[in-house]
């Protein structure tokens, strides 16, 4: 079964840093495009960071532009998210999500599970 | 950037039909996908490309887009369909989502 597996989430102090990690199974990651999206408590889904298939193509929303880098290790099926200088309001359920490789789409259709990231005092 | 907007709330009887809708300027031109999102779990994909159906997810589901709106219509509506509802769109190098919109099946 095709799945997308979050760890590395946490409790982190503000201005502190977590390595998120996404690992993969019964695909080829290097074959797809992956993203970050996370969740507030109580509140809506945040898109926050994109890679290529090849890991050389990166985007970021605004709220993580210069905090966060997304990575991937294709030889480890594996998909990273690494924050640094986290804020309370990086409190969330962070998402790794695949990208339809097909070329039908550019949806995301398939997530994985999330892992917290609480970030406080 | 791009915004859209969705109606916070949509209630429907049970057995009637839901539409969803998601707004934004001449968004007709967009690619418009939607996710489903119950309580407590990760979202799941139920249009994708306005109007398509990925594999698993019941004919109920349809979408449609035109002009300054895509919308989300759910025929006969289950209790199982009470859920939060999202669009998404991609708007250059940058990924929107809706602000979600939760369905209460009356």
């Known amino acids: 079964e095709v799945q997308l597996v979050e760890s590395g989430g946490g409790l982190v102090q503000p201005g502190g840093s977590l390595r998120l990690s996404c690992e993969v199974t019964e695909f080829t990651l290097r074959n797809y495009e992956m993203n970050w999206v996370r969740q507030a408590p109580g509140e809506g889904l945040e898109w926050i960071s994109y890679i290529g298939s090849r890991g050389t193509t990166t985007y970021y929303a605004d709220s993580v532009k210069g905090r966060f880098t997304i990575s991937k290790d294709n030889s480890k099926n594996t998909l990273y998210l690494q924050m640094s200088s986290l804020r309370v309001e990086d409190t969330a359920v962070y998402y790794c999500a695949r990208e339809d490789g097909s070329g039908a789409s550019d949806a995301f259709d398939i997530w994985g599970q999330g892992t917290m990231v609480t970030v406080s005092s | 950037s791009y915004e859209v907007a969705q109606p916070p709330s949509v209630s429907v009887d049970l057995g009637q039909t839901a539409k969803i809708t998601c707004g934004g300027n001449n968004i007709g031109s967009q690619n418009v996908h939607w996710y489903q999102q119950r309580p407590g779990q990760a979202p799941v994909l139920v249009i994708y490309?306005?109007?398509n159906r990925p594999s698993g997810i019941p004919d109920r589901f349809s979408g449609s887009n035109s002009g300054n709106t895509a919308t989300l219509t759910i025929s006969g509506a289950q209790a199982g369909d009470e859920a939060d509802y999202y669009c998404?769109?991609?708007?250059?190098?940058?990924?929107?989502f809706g602000g979600g919109t939760k369905l209460t099946v009356l």
């Open positions: 490309r306005d109007f």
């Open positions: 998404q769109l991609w708007d250059s190098s940058t990924v929107i």
